[in-house]
């Protein structure tokens, strides 16, 4: 494949949430990696969907019932919650880190192997510590960023064989949008994959919106999609935000951005729209208050 197209299947596979920084995610990582689960969101939390692992995000106020006393839940020895195995404090503005300051021993968050610190995970990499600072800075207050990236976005985590299977199905659609260089002949051995894993029914893919008469089409807006709208399609901001099923942080302090001319005209879903190949019809669905067309 042309190398714009083998990128955006590379990016396809990573975790990018946008503002996602302040909530120590991880970014550009693969999907498949531990995922962090706000406290307030494990009771509904898939947990035993992470095959990577988890761990469990308390704001200070959720875990201290005054200054240096935590609340007599987490105290418990048979509380499943446990600061420092499975969970960790995020210190997000400076009232709160002044008001419950870490335990004596605590640490900042940050990987370990053989009992080294280093930067990145791997096999036989650990996480240590108890805690990670995302304070901003206040006044005369400096900002504080101490404390290693925890996990990725909820959201966004699959496991590794589902993420590769979502790749290959992106790559089967690719060969199939207009104007394609490639053909089914050149992909016999992705068939032979999607076939196995009985994602091959042309369909399904057209019951589901995403193919029409055989070419891909935007499932938002329906339109066409030209082969070459895949490397130029305007991603949507993953804002992290609070849904019922998501689960996520609150919003992150970015405004969606808006198509701006350029390729064609710009639907709000990011194809580019080309009234030669494209249906003329619009479509009144839309997306989180946004008109996808």
């Known amino acids: 494949m042309q190398q714009k197209d083998k990128d955006k299947l590379t990016k396809a596979g990573f975790a990018t949430p946008r503002g996602g920084a302040k909530g120590a995610y991880q970014n550009h990582v693969s999907r498949s990696n531990r995922v962090i689960v706000p406290y307030e969101k494990l009771r509904i939390a898939p947990v035993r969907q992470y095959f990577d692992g988890y761990v469990v995000r308390l704001l200070p106020e959720q875990y201290f019932a005054s200054t240096g006393i935590p609340k007599d839940e987490f105290l418990a020895s048979d509380y499943p919650i446990k600061i420092g195995e499975n969970a960790c404090i995020l210190y997000r503005t400076h009232a709160p880190f002044q008001r419950f300051p870490s335990l004596e021993g605590w640490q900042v968050c940050h990987l370990e192997k053989d009992g080294q610190i280093v930067k990145e995970r791997g096999k036989g ?169």
């Open 125 to 293: 990499v650990v996480d240590v510590g108890q805690y990670v600072l995302r304070i901003p800075a206040l006044g005369s207050q400096k900002k504080r960023f101490e404390g290693v990236v925890q996990g990725v976005f909820a959201p966004e985590y699959t496991d590794q064989e589902t993420n590769y299977l979502c790749k290959c199905v992106l790559t089967w659609l690719i060969i199939h949008t207009v104007g394609s260089p490639y053909t089914t002949t050149q992909a016999k051995h992705l068939q032979a994959i999607l076939y196995r894993e009985r994602l091959l029914d042309a369909s399904n893919y057209e019951y589901k919106g995403m193919m029409r008469h055989g070419l891909c089409i935007c499932p938002l807006c329906l339109r066409f999609v030209h082969v070459t709208h895949i490397p130029q399609f305007r991603e949507r901001k993953n804002r992290i935000v609070n849904t019922q099923d998501q689960v996520g942080e609150e919003p992150a302090d970015e405004e969606l951005s808006v198509p701006t001319p350029g390729f064609g005209s710009w639907s709000q879903c990011g194809c580019a729209r080309d009234q030669s190949l494209q249906n003329s019809g619009k479509s009144s669905a839309s997306w989180g208050g946004w008109s996808v067309c």
